[in-house]
């Protein structure tokens, strides 16, 4: 079982930045990705970012040249950064990551909500 502890959600106004961190129970060189994914209210749970283990990324077209994910092997960290928020940016935001073998894993969540 692996846990994933996420971070740096809140408010900010349209416009501004913020920076969501991932923390996983264990090393991220065991995972062959991992990602961030949100969900609006009403809506499915999309795809944000995905890193491989590779550094291979990619976004959705919705926030690429907005949104950078990167990983930390030093730290054991995956983070988000996010700028240029707009108000449709607002969601519950989910880290995730891909074993070599078996389901994937969930964290929480954390909010964002970026206000007009």
């Known amino acids: 079982q692996v846990q994933l502890v996420e971070s740096g959600g809140g408010l900010v106004q349209s416009g501004g930045s913020l920076r969501l961190s991932c923390a996983p129970s264990r090393s991220i060189f065991s995972f062959i990705a991992m990602g961030w994914y949100r969900q609006a209210p009403g809506k499915q749970r999309e795809l944000v970012a995905r890193?491989?283990?590779?550094?291979?990324?990619n976004y959705a077209d919705s926030v690429k040249g907005r949104f950078t994910i990167s990983r930390d092997n030093e730290k054991n960290m995956v983070y988000l950064q996010m700028n240029s928020l707009k108000p449709e940016d607002t969601a519950v935001y989910y880290c995730?990551?891909?074993?070599?073998?078996?389901?994937?894993?969930w964290g929480p969540g954390a909010q964002v909500t970026v206000s007009s």
């Open positions: 890193v491989t283990s590779g550094d291979n990324t």
């Open positions: 995730n990551t891909q074993p070599s073998s078996g389901d994937p894993y």
